[in-house]
């Protein structure tokens, strides 16, 4: 694997940013065959933004004001939120001798990342457990498993790029 804790925090964020980048690709083409929905950027920033100043549950994020910087604080959230998990991917990896490269690891790793939307977000934003109440036709939960499977999926094409065994 990689040798010290000092090389596998910058390969995890390095795995991090590419991950996160495949995640975003892959999830662009996804909405555009229409085969997800998902939740909207701005929510997700204005979510964030929320979080900061002591807001973090709401009846229905759609319904609250709009916020400055929403798009900005989605983007350096999501990366700062991929990059911190690649690393604890890198990390865990190490310490239970796995493969960051094996495919199944690094796509059950993806999946298991599912957790902080369908348990966290879509509840904070007032969408319920796995988005089930979310808005019609947004197809938060299929959205969310496809799209963090893509983050795995990336997690592991750096890990191969890199010689992580």
Do not use: Q
């Amino acid at each position: 694997m990689v040798g010290g804790t000092m090389p596998s925090i910058a390969f995890g964020v390095l795995m991090g940013v590419v991950a996160t980048a495949t995640m975003d690709v892959l999830a662009k083409y996804s909405r555009k065959a229409g085969l997800t929905v998902g939740a909207k950027g701005r929510w997700v920033g204005r979510w964030y933004l929320g979080t900061v100043r002591g807001k973090f549950v709401h009846e229905d994020i759609r319904t609250a004001p709009e916020e400055a910087g929403e798009a900005r604080a989605a983007l350096i959230g999501h990366y700062a939120i991929g990059i911190v998990l690649a690393v604890v991917y890198v990390l865990g990896c190490s310490g239970l001798g796995l493969a960051p490269s094996s495919l199944a690891v690094a796509l059950g790793y993806g999946l298991a990342t599912c957790v902080f939307p369908c348990f966290l977000m879509f509840p904070a934003f007032g969408f319920g457990v796995f988005g089930r109440k979310g808005p019609p036709g947004s197809r938060l939960l299929w959205t969310s498993v496809l799209n963090h499977l893509y983050y795995g999926l990336g997690l592991w094409w750096v890990a191969v790029l890199l010689g992580l065994g």
